[in-house]
């Protein structure tokens, strides 16, 4: 009988410990669980840090993916929400389409007019605007520790450029790579189209409600002109003083130049513009001897189109020019 109870103890102690393994082992199992999920989460939440040079060569730094973006510049916004971004705020235009998704966010100002104070209260970590209407928020910015970045895009090599740039910002590099592939793609195809051997003449001009120039150089209606194998007149015209991109309007130059094509870009309101043509240009009786008027060759373009840089609509703009310049080939479509 002693036997037996001191067998049957032997057996009670062996069990105790085997239940006090087995508990300690779940617990060590719990305890590398739960240390395996915070190290999963840590990962999750360390962002990788941004980094890039802007249009005026100023090192922008930025945390991570930006959440709260202001787009000071109209093309940019375009772009971002083309990606399938988003802003937090914006300018307000005149004659440039917002995107829809972008239509209900707060206006800060207009391009060249934006309101600093509530520009800041938006707490934005990223602001993007244009060198040559934003560079003297820089200051601003700074104070307030606020990432800002100067951006231009003019051409599509900037298309291309700056659109990598906003995949990478966003997070939707495979998706800023196939539209652009898409829209270098729609670009050839009008490329392959165009006649061989002709040249046709324009001059692009700027109307403002106060005032007409001549566009000369690095614009996107005159690149889209470039691509299109159209000669542009206002190369050759010497620059404004204030703008090497302009030349000062001479109806006496144009009229020595005869171009086939005049196209007119209107900048702020649409109907202030109008009234700029009609009173500066066609109430000028040498206006009706241009050849371009003769035949019917005037066109006042989209603003979106050629004053705002389309982006991954450049084909489209292509389309829209190459219609008006090689009607035989284009028109019909």
Sequence with gaps: MGKLLQKNRIIGIAAAMLAVILMAACQQDEDTSATEEATEESQDNTTEEIAFTDSMDREVVLDGQPERIVVLAPEFLKLIYDLDGEAVGRMSTSGIPIPEKAEDLPE????????????????????????????DLEGIMENSDIPFALLDMRSFDDVKEMATLMGEILGKEELAAEKLQETEDEMQAIEDKLPSGEEPSIIVLNITPRSVSVQRSNTTALEIGDLLHVNNIGKDMEASPDSQTSAPYSLETIAEQQPDYILMTIHGSEEAGKETITDELEGNPAWSSLKAVQEGNVHIVPSEKYLSNPGFDYADTMQDMAEMVYPEVFGNE
Excluded: C, M, R
Aim: hydrophobic share 45%; proline share 7%.
């Design 108 to 135: 800060l100002g207009t391009v060249n007019q934006i309101n600093t104070e509530e520009l800041v209260a938006l707490s934005p970590d990223l602001v993007i605007g244009a060198p040559n209407f934003h560079a």
